[in-house]
């Protein structure tokens, strides 16, 4: 039976810590800013956007939302954009995705001050992340990283396979794995054997948004398997991409959904509005 990565108790280790940082932040009169930006009326991202507001009030970041209409124009975006990167209060600049079509998300996301990209989606973050530079990492990739750190799980020569390559968990996971000298293979829905890649793999990494996409005899003895997913059961409940159940049984370490991947993400939110801060501050070796 695997032992479970319980990311909700790291998640609120690592905000306790960095409601201590901000403490001594405020001390020297400094107070960090998140700036969050959301255009149209999804209702997953206000869901979104009220977990990460409550999260940063309980660790004493300043919260701010711009809503902006749905039938606003991309210059209207990358003027607001523009206004953000000048403010010296705001410390860090979020554009909660997905935003409506025909607006372009990655030119908004290239607009957003290297240094307030507190995502890591802007191409400094993405470039300095590929060359092992220091940067923004974006969120969900580097709480698992926390994870693999804090449950001392060996990543050197292991082979992991990622499930999915998007911009913002399995390319920027690729490259933290690889950073760490594993040997990495990222599957895509073109992928044709994935049964064959995720049966080599030491480490599985998905993050497809389907449901049961990784089943029991599609993994090896005491592989370790980290679920990004979020999905919805046949009951409503929220659950990942992996049957949790079977899995578990032949893991070494697992994430549970909920309360595994998604707390990382939200405390590695803070985590690099509090590294923004300190770097325009000229705090600290950040
Ligand atoms: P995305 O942009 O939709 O990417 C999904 C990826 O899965 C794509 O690369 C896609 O391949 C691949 N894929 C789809 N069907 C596949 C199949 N049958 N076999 C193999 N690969 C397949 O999604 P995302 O934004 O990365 O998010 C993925 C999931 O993680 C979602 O459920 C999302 O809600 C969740 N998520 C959770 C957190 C958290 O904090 N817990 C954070 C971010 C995302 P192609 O590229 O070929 O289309």
């Not at 606003?72 to 990358?78: A, D, F, R």
């Not at 992928?191 to 389907?210: F, N, P, Q, W």
């Amino acid at each position: 039976m695997a032992q479970i990565i319980d990311g909700k108790s790291l998640a609120k280790k690592i905000r306790e810590n960095l409601k201590k940082e901000a403490e001594e932040l405020k001390k020297m009169g400094i107070i960090p800013h998140l700036a969050v930006i959301m255009v149209g009326n999804n209702d997953a991202s206000k869901v979104y956007v009220r977990n990460k507001s409550r999260a940063c009030e309980e660790v004493g970041i300043e919260f701010k939302e711009y809503f902006l209409e749905e039938s606003i124009k991309q210059e209207e975006l990358i003027e607001l954009i523009d206004k953000l990167n000048k403010d010296k209060k705001i410390n860090g600049i979020l554009l909660q995705s997905p935003i409506p079509k025909p607006l372009d998300i990655q030119k908004a996301f290239n607009k957003i001050d290297n240094i307030k990209d507190v995502d890591g989606f802007n191409p400094y973050n993405v470039g300095s992340l590929c060359i092992g530079q220091d940067g923004f990492i974006p969120c969900t990739p580097l709480g698992i990283m926390k994870m693999f750190e804090e449950y001392k799980i060996e990543i050197e020569g292991k082979k992991v396979a990622i499930i999915g390559r998007s911009n913002i968990v399995g390319k920027p996971m690729a490259q933290c794995m690889l950073s760490k000298n594993a040997t990495v293979t990222i599957c895509h829905s073109r992928t044709k054997e994935l049964r064959k890649e995720l049966k080599d793999a030491d480490i599985i990494i998905s993050a497809v948004g389907t449901r049961n996409i990784v089943k029991e005899d599609m993994v090896k003895d005491g592989v370790v398997v980290i679920d990004v997913g979020m999905n919805r059961d046949d009951k409503g409940k929220l659950c990942g991409d992996v049957d949790f159940e079977k899995v578990s049984k032949k893991a070494s370490y697992i994430t549970p959904v909920p309360g595994g991947v998604g707390p990382m993400t939200i405390a590695m939110l803070l985590h690099n509005v509090i590294k923004a801060t300190k770097m325009q501050n000229m705090i600290g070796n950040n």
